[in-house]
C-alpha cells in the first residue's frame, strides 16, 4: 500500500517494519569481527517486535546469502554499521564540544539514549510515533535497561506540529541543540522535508548542530532497487513492497538549503565513509544507488 497523509504504523507494518529492518542489520554488524559498533539492544528488540525473517537474521538461523541473491543483505549491513557510527560519532562529537541538549527524529528502535556515554546533564528527545515510542520504551524496560541521558520521548508525527510537542516536553530553543535525521528523509513528502529543516533551523541557536543523509536522486534509485529485494522478501514470508514507502518528486539538495539557513554544512559521500572506517565500498548494481548518498553535518551560524 502506498503512503498518504495521516498514515500510521507500528514496528511490524509499514515505515515501521524498516525500522525493524535497519535494527536487524545493527545486530548482525554488532556480532562481526572487528565490528565497527556495540548495539547490544537490537537484538533483542528485534526479536520483541516478532517479524520471523528479521528475527531469524539476528539470530543467525538465515544465511545473509539466502536474502536475496545478489547479496544485497550484506551490503545493507555494512551500509548501516557505518551510517550508525557516523551518527554514534556526531553525538559523541556535539557532546564533547558542550551540547547537552539532543533530538533523535523518527527514533524508530534507536538505541543511542541507552547505549551512548552522554555527559553529565545531557537530556535527549526522542520523537517518533506513539506507537513505535510505547513499545521501545515498555520492551527496554523489561529487558532491565536504563537511558544513560535525561530521556524525554515525544510521540508526535513528524508530518505535525511536532515543535509545539517539542516544548511541551520542555525542549529550550535558547540553548544550542544536536539534531538527527537518520533514514529519515525520503519517507517525508518534499515539501515536508523543506518544513522539517525549517523548524529546526527555528529551534536552533548559533553552535547548534544537525546529522542527516541526503540522497540526491530523491531515493530513487534505491526504491528501484528495492523492489527486488521486498521480491525476495516475500518468497522468505514478508509481504512488503519497500518501494511503497517512499515519497516521490523533486526535492531541494539538503547541502543548499542548509547553507541558505545560515548553517555551515560539510558532506562526505559514501564511498568516503567506508574508506573512512577502513572498509572497502562494495562493487555491483546495487552500489550505484548507494554512492551517491551523502552524510551531512552541519553547524548554525
Given amino acids: 500500500m502506498s503512503r498518504r497523509d495521516g498514515d500510521s504504523w507500528d514496528l511490524a507494518t509499514s515505515v ?38 528479521f528475527t531469524r537474521m539476528v539470530d543467525g538461523d538465515l544465511d545473509m546469502a539466502a536474502v536475496d541473491g545478489a547479496g544485497t543483505a550484506r551490503v545493507m549491513t555494512d551500509v548501516m554499521a557505518v551510517r550508525t557510527r557516523f551518527f554514534d560519532d556526531f553525538f559523541l562529537e556535539a557532546t564533547a564540544a558542550g551540547v547537552r541538549q539532543v533530538v533523535i527524529l523518527a527514533s524508530g528502535l534507536d538505541s543511542r539514549s541507552y547505549r551512548l556515554d552522554w555527559p553529565a546533564g545531557t537530556v535527549v528527545y526522542e520523537i517518533d510515533q506513539a506507537k513505535v515510542i510505547e513499545f521501545k520504551t515498555e520492551t527496554l524496560a523489561a529487558l532491565g535497561a536504563s537511558p544513560t541521558a535525561e530521556l524525554r520521548t515525544v510521540a508526535v508525527d513528524l508530518r505535525e506540529d511536532w515543535p509545539a510537542a517539542l516544548r511541551a516536553h520542555g525542549f529550550d530553543a535558547t540553548v544550542p541543540t544536536a539534531w538527527s535525521a537518520e533514514g529519515l528523509l525520503a519517507y517525508l513528502p518534499p515539501e515536508a522535508q523543506d518544513r522539517l529543516f525549517d523548524n529546526i533551523t527555528e529551534l536552533s541557536p ?82 550505484v544507488s548507494l554512492s551517491n548518498s551523502l552524510s551531512v553535518t552541519a553547524i548554525r551560524k
Wanted: glycine share 10%; hydrophobic share 40%.
Fill in 16 to 53: 515501521g517494519t524498516t525500522a525493524t529492518m535497519v535494527a536487524a542489520a545493527r545486530a548482525v554488524a554488532s556480532g562481526e569481527d572487528n565490528a565497527l559498533i556495540d548495539d547490544p539492544f537490537a537484538a533483542p528488540l528485534v526479536r520483541a517486535v516478532g517479524i520471523d525473517l
Fill in 206 to 287: 548559533p553552535g547548534s548542530r544537525l546529522a542527516t543523509e541526503y540522497h540526491p536522486d530523491g531515493g530513487a534509485g534505491l526504491a528501484d532497487r528495492s523492489k527486488a529485494i521486498s521480491s525476495r522478501w516475500r518468497d522468505l514470508g514478508l509481504d512488503l513492497n519497500m518501494a511503497d514507502l517512499f515519497y516521490t518528486g523533486e526535492r531541494n539538495a539538503v547541502v543548499d538549503y542548509l547553507q541558505a539557513r545560515s548553517w555551515n554544512v560539510s558532506a562526505r559521500s559514501r564511498p568516503e565513509m567506508f574508506a573512512l572506517h577502513g572498509r572497502e565500498f562494495p562493487t555491483g548494481d546495487l552500489s
